[in-house]
């Protein structure tokens, strides 16, 4: 299959990327990782952009678009480390668009897709969000569990905060009864994890990035330390990981927007390899780097610890290897 973005899919990328080349250097990720705070400024910018509406029907104001387009956003913010609501407010948006009543998606569609209030998501486990991004500042909550989903919000939840390594977000634990979306949720949670792992793959492709441009740049003993085989090898590993890691997202974009047949074994194919890969490619960025790597000044942890959250975000990568397995058994909920 060659599968390829349109014009209008690279536009968004492109434009993403210029902005986000402005507003999201290392220091301005540092800046509001110590404060703990979501940019508002860049978020307003976003809404203005009418990016939170990209995956919002047209008849509940948003853009009508597919999961391709807010894949390649995902793509670009992951990269960026921008501290925005966008994955939350997203995934909230597609989760309600799939399994909600028409009522529910009266109710919050129109309201997420103009920013007017932020949405998250998180997988449950007895009734319980165990790691919520952003789950402190949200007013809208969608818990998944087993294929079933339920809409909380700050009134009718607890939110407990939960410390973690990833001080770029703020996650929670949630707990509450909620009201119930209708229908089946099992496919819009396959299309949340599409934006999950394109989020992983632009962390990836940005460490991969910072580390070529590193090894060209630094010398020892009169040459580039890239020159170096152990080096260029392990640049080389980083690189097979991204490309096969961004094919994958890809394909399972594709799948939900043109194939949903398919979507439950694409995704769970993304998400069992992008989680490993995401953790291999910025531990391989922080060695290659040397020293500099391990200091916190060099910015490279948030990457890192961002791929570790990532990667258990809507299941662990040996959960998806399962769904791999039951998929094709036929046993896939």
Known sequence: MHFALTDDQREIKQTARALLAERC????????????????????ELVGLGWPALGVPEEHGGLGLGVVEAMCLADELGGALASVPYLGTAAAALLIRGAGS??????????????????TFGMARDGQGELVPEGTRADLIVLVEKGRAKLLTPATAKVEPVDTIDRTRRYAKVTGEGE????????????????????????CQRTLDMTVAYVKDRRQFERPVGAFQAVAHRCADMLVDVEA??????????????????????AALAMAYVGDAARRVTSSAVQAHGGIGFTWESGLHWWLRRAQLDAVLVGAPGHHRQRVADAFTGDVS
């Open 25 to 44: 250097s290392a220091a301005r990720v540092a800046e509001h990782a110590d404060g703990r705070g979501h940019d508002s400024q860049l978020w307003d």
């Open 102 to 119: 028409a009522d529910q998606k009266r109710a919050w569609l129109p309201r997420l897709a103009n920013g007017e209030v932020l949405g």
């Open 180 to 203: 119930s979306l209708p229908d089946d949720a099992a496919l819009p949670a396959a299309r949340v994890s599409v934006l999950v792992a394109a989020e992983m793959v632009g962390l």
């Open 245 to 266: 890691a961004r094919s994958l997202v890809y394909g399972a974009a594709w799948a939900a927007d043109v194939a949903p047949g398919t979507l439950a074994r694409s």
